[in-house]
Nanobody, 123 residues
Framework: QVQLVESGGGLVQPGGSLRLSCTASGSIFSIYAMGWYRQAPGKQRELVAGITISTGGSTKYADSVKGRFTIARDNAKNTVYLQMNSLKPEDTDVYYC???????????????WGQGTQVTVSS
């Protein structure tokens, strides 16, 4: 069993900052990549930012957050962070942590999701 525990969401004024954290635990052999997605009611879940864990730490971002959000990792802690700066009302969503990992070297990649954390940007 794999668990992803998120923290750091909340209410912030436009232009403010928040930092989300996500820690993976449980039956993990290795993690290939982790990322953050967001989903508004009635809309599809979309990638916000992703980072590879096992190879190189390459990153990717949604165009809407480039230059404002930064994803980082702590491999020793199986943790990924999302630093969100210059927040806008349109960033308001539920943010979900995602991990693509191997529970066993003989098994295929397994995708795990966190429970979601609410980010609200409002004055």
């Amino acid at each position: 069993q794999v668990q992803l525990v998120e923290s750091g969401g909340g209410l912030v004024q436009p232009g403010g900052s928040l930092r989300l954290s996500c820690t993976a635990s449980g039956s993990i052999f290795s993690i290939y990549a982790m990322g953050w997605y967001r989903q508004a009611p009635g809309k599809q879940r979309e990638l916000v930012a992703g980072i590879t864990i096992s190879t190189g730490g390459s990153t990717k971002y949604a165009d809407s957050v480039k230059g404002r959000f930064t994803i980082a990792r702590d491999n020793a802690k199986n943790t990924v962070y999302l630093q969100m700066n210059s927040l806008k009302p349109e960033d308001t969503d539920v943010y979900y942590c995602n991990a693509d990992l191997y529970r066993d070297p003989e098994l295929p990649v397994f995708t795990s999701w966190g429970q979601g954390t609410q980010v609200t940007v409002s004055s």
